[in-house]
């Protein structure tokens, strides 16, 4: 068996912290990963690019089950009856499935770093203020089709560099694509699921061969339980917000911490 190695300097309180932003801001439009980074520089955990990336993916993992939680009756109507748009979900899938593969390594040691991250959490932010002019005519009911998978799905795999928020990519996609406001954050939501738990495998696989270090198992537990209970909320208030409210916000958020970014790493 090979010896596993574990992060010795985070704490329980830091790792709860990590958990409470990843569940947050995985499912609002505003970088899980980018903000990760941000706190990670802050507690300056002293780790590899590669490791603090294992850790975010590991709490990825609190927000896939509360995925599978909170759309329970969701995915059972989908393997029961509604197999078409279970199959768009997994073809929506492959973009950032090929491309997690092919750019995991290029991506954990050159995007995950304060300055870029802070980059594109600028352009994450443009994009949400434009939003709303580059809609298109919204459709009733989820029909989605081809060419609205490839282009979700794509935007999806964009989001893999920190910074470039997946939800806030996947949802302004639908709202492209004509998908009400709704069914886009659903989809968005839905198109999450197979794509962290395949990243969360590989983790585990990297993990179990010695390629990448994680805190203890009980400081680890710490951060997933956290995330997931925050990812229920985020979850449910996100869906919420989209029906009665703009995205606008939260671009203007993206902008400021992008700047606070910028100038800490340039000061």
Known sequence: MIEVIYIPTMTFLQAATLGALQG?????PISSSGHLVFAEALFGIQASAMD??????LLHAGSLVALLVYYARTWWQLFRKEHRRLFM????????????VFLSDAIGHTFHALLPTSIWLGVTGCILLRIDQWRGKPREG??????????????QAFALVPGLSRSGLTIAA????GLNKKDAVDFSFLLAAPIIAGASI?????????TVSLPSPSIGIVGVVVSFLTS?????SMRWWVT????????????????????????
């Open 142 to 155: 989820v029909n989605v089709g081809w060419r609205d998978t490839i282009i979700i799905g794509t935007a």
């Open 52 to 57: 603090l990336l294992g850790f975010d993916v």
């Open 24 to 28: 947050i801001t995985e499912f609002l």
């Open 89 to 100: 979900i997994l073809v929506g899938t492959v973009p950032g499935g090929v491309a997690g």
């Open 244 to 267: 009665k409210k703009s995205l606008t916000p939260f671009g203007i958020y993206l902008l400021i911490l992008s700047g606070i970014g910028i100038v800490i790493t340039l000061s």
């Open 174 to 177: 639908g709202y492209i694509c």
């Open 202 to 210: 590989e983790v585990a696989r990297l993990w179990w061969t010695g």
């Open 232 to 236: 229920i909320m985020a979850i449910h």
